[in-house]
């Protein structure tokens, strides 16, 4: 059952036809669509919201997980041509906001500075999303139907629909059998930094295989800690740099057997940039292997030389136990499969480089009635085609997403589908059982 807040004693709920409080598809219509956040998902959602003429308000900081929860100084690992903001019209891409800046044309053995990135996404915001509001939503609940938001200036309004675009990082994921053992100061997730540049001279484990975890040791590593991977995987694996700047000049042969994509060269990453449409028709486990299994953790191919030799890596190795010493941390670590052979790693702090795992009661903003109601597999919510959950007029997009779509949906490369899908279900009004 819907709750009713209290919100609609305060705020004239608009009435059906029959003078009824139920609410009809035409009072929904009427109210805006709020969108909440301001990162690539949020921007082009509102983006396509807009040329479809649907009535919004859109929150959030632009770019703020880019500049306040991604360390200064790294590199995109997709490539610039995978790196926009998608809007309904062209001349937002990474390349104009280049041109725009007098700066040349790049290919794909650039690596994207995060800098140019944030910088970029605000110029999108700018130029196609100026309505944005720079305020923070505190909470979404259901009211008669409808939505009750309230933002942090206390400012309380009804919405007809809202679009979830509030990103990765409510789903920073902290293994609880390590973060229970230690105490805040001594351990934290990626996610939480932005200045590596504070562990300057001391011992920092960072736990994880992946992108984060390998570029995080690089920069730990150049700004003066001294960081050790520990990684359950056999070993740590980098990517090839491209041969060319453009995917058309590969050789021909080379192009049919690995063919371009968005996501990287090969027919799987192919079929899963663009199959974001069938991949939600697959069974759910099918997916969820997918979400896991495609583009494994790997670092940039521009990591490769920063980390080899460099930074200790102990692979095939998981914590087992963790406690506080002397101020730090002192790790049991143990061989994966064979947990007779242990060793001891001290050190000052431990940086979980543990990725990120969609779960709906992590989104604290929305209210625990409105959560409940939202029906969920593994944590993620149920979608339809048009990325509407189970609650009419609640939507999710992004990582929120991922586990109904596919792995696009982690990647900035995913907007255009997201945005265009989710756009045309809400200028369309209709309702698919998700
Ligand atoms: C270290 C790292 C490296 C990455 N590298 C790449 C890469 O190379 N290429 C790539 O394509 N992807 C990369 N990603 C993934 C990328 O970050 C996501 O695909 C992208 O940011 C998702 O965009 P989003 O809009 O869903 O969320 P975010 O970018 O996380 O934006 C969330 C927005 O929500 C807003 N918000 C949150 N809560 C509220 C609230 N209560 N009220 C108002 N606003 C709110 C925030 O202000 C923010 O604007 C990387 C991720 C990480 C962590």
Known sequence: MPMNTGFTARYRVPRGKDGSGRVHASPRRRLPTVVIGAGPYGLATAAWLSAAGTERRVFGEPMECWSANMPDG???KSVPAASSVSAPEAGYRLEDFRTARGRGPVGDRYPVPVEEMIAYGRWFQERRVPELERRRVRSVGRTDGLFG?????GEEFLAGRVVMATGLVPFAHEPPELTGLLPAELVSHTSRHHDLGRFSGQRIAVLGAGQSALESAALLHEAGAFPTVIARARSVAFGSPPDTDRPSDRPRPVRVLKPGSPLGPGWSLLA???????????????????LRGVLGPSGGWWLRERVEDRVPVLCGRRVRSAMAEDGGVCLEIEAVGDGRRTETLRADHLLLATGYQVDVDRLTLLTPELRREVETFHGAPRLSSGFESSVPGLFFTGLAAAPTFGPVLRFVAGTGFAARRLAGAVAAGSRERP
């Open 272 to 290: 899963c940039a663009r199959g974001g449409g069938v991949i939600r028709h697959l069974p759910q486990d099918v997916r969820l292997r997918m």
């Open 149 to 153: 938001v309230t933002l942090d200036s």
């Open 74 to 76: 790294m590199f995109l």
